[in-house]
C-alpha cells in the first residue's frame, strides 16, 4: 500500500494563478481531510470529506475549493493565489471519524506551496 | 472555539533522559479526544498516543505515556529513554467526538542531544 499520496511535493505560483493539489488513498479511506501548515504553527483544518459526493468545510475553508467524485481522490483547488496561501498541505485520510474505535488519520508527505 | 496551547516551544534532552512536553486545551465539551503528533524533518505526521477523554487511565505507548489530567485541561506528553531518533516536532491535538476538525497546537521542537 502508498497509502496517501500528494502531488506535487512543491511548487510556485505567481499572485492570481490557480492549481489543483492532488491526493489520492489507496486504503479505502471513507474520510479525507486537507490542512494546511503555517510557519510555526499547528494544522489547521482547510476542507473534509465523509464519502465520495460529500464535503464539508474546516476552520480555515477561504480561497479553496474540493470535490469528490471518487473515494480514492481528494484534490483541493486554489482559484486566485495569494501570499496568505503560501503554507504546507497536508492530506490524510482515516476509515471512520478519528479517535473513534481507535481510528487513525494517516497523512501524506505534504506539499510546500509558494505564492509570490 | 477550541484552543490547543504548547508553551514550549522548544526543549532539548540528553540522550536515555526523559522529558515531558506540556499541552493545555479549552474545551467546555465532556467526550472528546486528545492527540499527540510527532513530525520529523522528513514532514510526517505520525501519531505517537491517544486518550479518549472518558478514561481515567492515562494512555502509554512503549516509551511514551501522557498525564491526562481532565479537570485541569491538560494533557503532557513523558518520553522516556529518549532516543535521538526523538528529534522532531510534537503537536499536540484536540477533537471532539463525531467531529472531524482536528485542533492543533503550535507545537515543540523537541531536540535529542548525543
Known amino acids: 500500500n502508498a497509502g496517501v499520496t500528494q502531488t506535487p511535493k512543491f511548487r510556485i505560483l505567481k499572485i492570481g494563478q490557480s492549481m489543483t493539489l492532488q491526493c489520492t488513498q489507496d486504503?479505502?479511506?471513507?474520510?479525507m481531510y486537507w490542512y494546511r501548515q503555517d510557519p510555526g504553527m499547528g494544522l489547521k483544518l482547510i476542507y473534509y470529506s465523509v464519502g465520495a459526493g460529500i464535503t464539508d468545510k474546516g476552520e480555515v475553508p477561504n480561497g479553496y475549493n474540493v470535490s469528490r467524485s471518487t473515494t480514492e481522490d481528494f484534490p483541493l483547488r486554489l482559484e486566485l493565489a495569494a501570499p496568505s496561501q503560501t503554507s504546507v498541505y497536508f492530506c490524510a485520510s482515516s476509515y471512520g471519524t478519528i479517535g473513534r474505535l481507535n481510528t487513525e488519520a494517516f497523512f501524506g508527505q505534504g506539499t510546500r506551496l509558494t505564492v509570490v | 472555539a477550541q484552543t490547543v496551547t504548547q508553551s514550549q516551544p522548544e526543549m532539548s534532552v540528553q540522550e536515555a533522559e526523559t522529558v515531558t512536553l506540556s499541552c493545555t486545551y479549552d474545551?467546555?465539551?465532556?467526550?472528546?479526544?486528545l492527540f499527540w503528533y510527532k513530525q520529523p524533518p522528513s514532514r510526517q505526521m505520525i501519531l505517537v498516543i491517544r486518550q479518549e477523554a472518558y478514561k481515567q487511565q492515562n494512555a502509554t505507548e512503549n516509551r511514551f505515556s501522557v498525564n491526562f489530567q481532565k479537570a485541569a485541561k491538560s494533557f503532557s506528553l513523558k518520553i522516556s529513554d529518549s532516543q535521538l531518533g526523538d528529534t522532531a516536532m510534537y503537536f499536540c491535538?484536540?477533537?471532539?467526538?463525531?467531529?472531524?476538525?482536528?485542533?492543533f497546537g503550535a507545537g515543540t521542537r523537541l531536540t535529542v542531544k548525543p
Open positions: 474545551t467546555s465539551e465532556n467526550n472528546y479526544y
Open positions: 491535538a484536540f477533537m471532539k467526538s463525531n467531529n472531524n476538525d482536528m485542533r
Open positions: 486504503m479505502n479511506h471513507n474520510y
